[in-house]
């Protein structure tokens, strides 16, 4: 089944650290770039990282640079983000999307996602 | 940054009836190398992930009901249910990926009248 499935969210104390994972299965990891995208509790979506299928090119939202730290591992079939310095204003659903493919283009869009791991900063 | 808005913010329709939601980008989206506008639709039902829906601005994705259809081009763009049916009641956004940082509009909410 093509999938991706977060772990790594919780509960965790202003300052602190996280390692989210997303675990992909049913695909070849090493053809897509991937990203992360959160909403924070009722709120709208909002992007956060992407990682190029190689590694090679990597891109954060302003909100978070500096701070996070977007990694893959296509022979485990895993992507990683690494967040450090939390704040409340972290909170939110983490998802792991796919980056789109169209006869081998990226079409810029996200066509699969998990179902979220949910990091709460709070003391 | 390229600033995603939505209109309206909600709205609610008949069953059968059609449904437009409308976005517009501060800048053109449009990448003149491929002629391909680079704004996606998503839909999202409460507890879920959103589901992609329309790429390049008026590709249905696989498996989406025609119902669904995109159109515009450039800075502004639209979303028609052309027959909203019970299960199409959620927030629908538009995303832009011409330029980092990847934005998405604020939503729209669609609800049966």
């Known amino acids: 089944e093509v999938q991706l499935v977060e772990s790594g969210g919780g509960l965790v104390q202003p300052g602190g650290s996280l390692r989210l994972s997303c675990a992909v299965s049913?695909?070849?990891?090493?053809?897509?770039?991937m990203h992360w995208v959160r909403q924070a509790p009722g709120k709208g979506l909002e992007w956060v990282a992407w990682?190029?299928?190689?590694?090679?090119?990597?891109y954060y939202a302003d909100s978070v640079q500096g701070r996070v730290t977007i990694s893959r591992d296509n022979a485990k079939n895993s992507v990683y983000l690494r967040m450090n310095s939390l704040r409340a204003e972290d909170t939110a659903i983490y998802y792991c999307a796919r980056a789109g493919l169209d006869r081998e283009v990226t079409t810029g869009s996200f066509d699969l996602w998990g179902q979220g791991t949910k990091v709460i900063v709070s003391s | 940054d390229i600033v995603m808005t939505q209109s309206p913010d909600s709205l609610a329709v008949s069953l059968g009836d059609r449904a437009t939601i409308t976005c517009k980008s501060s800048q053109s989206v449009l990448f003149s190398s491929n002629n391909k506008d680079y704004l996606a639709w998503y839909q999202q039902k409460p507890g879920q992930p959103p589901k992609l829906l329309i790429y390049?601005?008026?590709t249905r994705e696989s498996g989406v009901p025609d119902r669904f259809s995109g159109s515009g081009s450039g800075t502004d763009f639209t979303l028609t249910i052309s027959s909203l049916q019970a299960e199409d009641v959620a927030v629908y956004y538009c995303?832009?990926?011409?330029?980092?940082?990847?934005?998405f509009g604020p939503g729209t909410k669609v609800d049966i009248k």
């Open positions: 390049w601005a008026s």
């Open positions: 049913g695909f070849t990891l090493s053809t897509y770039e």
């Open positions: 990682i190029s299928s190689s590694a090679s090119a990597i």
């Open positions: 995303q832009q990926s011409y330029s980092t940082p990847l934005t």
